[in-house]
């Protein structure tokens, strides 16, 4: 079964059959909702919201779990590659301001993100292949313009230059992206990290705002 959905590991000895039973009644469940929801193969938990579904694209084996907010009101189709997993009490906010439609979110495959992330993906943001990340994560693809002091910031307009990720990254708890920001392949993003900018392949960034700290 886990060579099917495209998973390259074993499972643990010592996990108890009581365990296994339990997570193949749970995705059974998951599964049976995602055709009722969607008319599609997906896994989705409880009390989860689906807005403009038909602009959704699914690859295959993906899992949207419990309590998640799926905004797909955008120019372009919310993508969720194969085998993509969007932790609990996560929300993706694609048009966050009815003065701006917004652009949306991509996902590749085997990309997972955890619990409470929210996307704010009215700049639009991409997320390569085989990028794992942790819970409490924020992007943030829209800025707001500021420079004019005869006028309120709410009314400046924002600047909209989306954020990507590339392919086999590693990205820590609490992480926030801004605005224009593009991480290289092959990296990781320390917990805790403010990231702004442009980073290239193969490094370890980290920090307030985000800097280099080594090279892989």
Known sequence: MLKKNGKNYSLDERIPNK??????????????????????RVFVGKNTIFLNKKNIHFGNNVTIEEHCFIDAFASQKI????????????????????????????????????????????????????VIMGSYISFHSENHNYSDVTKPIREQGV?????????NIWVGAKVTFLDGCKIGNNSVVAAGAVVKGIFPDNVVIGGVPAKILKQL
């Open 19 to 40: 365990l296994l039973i339990y997570s193949l009644r749970y995705r059974l469940i998951m599964l049976v909702r995602g055709f009722l929801k969607l008319g599609k």
């Open 79 to 130: 993508c969720f590659g194969n085998n993509v997993k969007i932790g609990a009490y996560s929300s993706v906010s694609s048009t966050s301001h009815m003065s701006k439609y917004g652009i949306g979110l991509k996902i590749g495959n085997n990309s997972g993100i955890g619990r409470f992330t929210e996307f704010g993906a009215s700049g639009g943001i991409e997320i390569g292949n085989d």
């Open 159 to 167: 600047t909209s230059d989306g954020i990507v990720l590339g392919d």
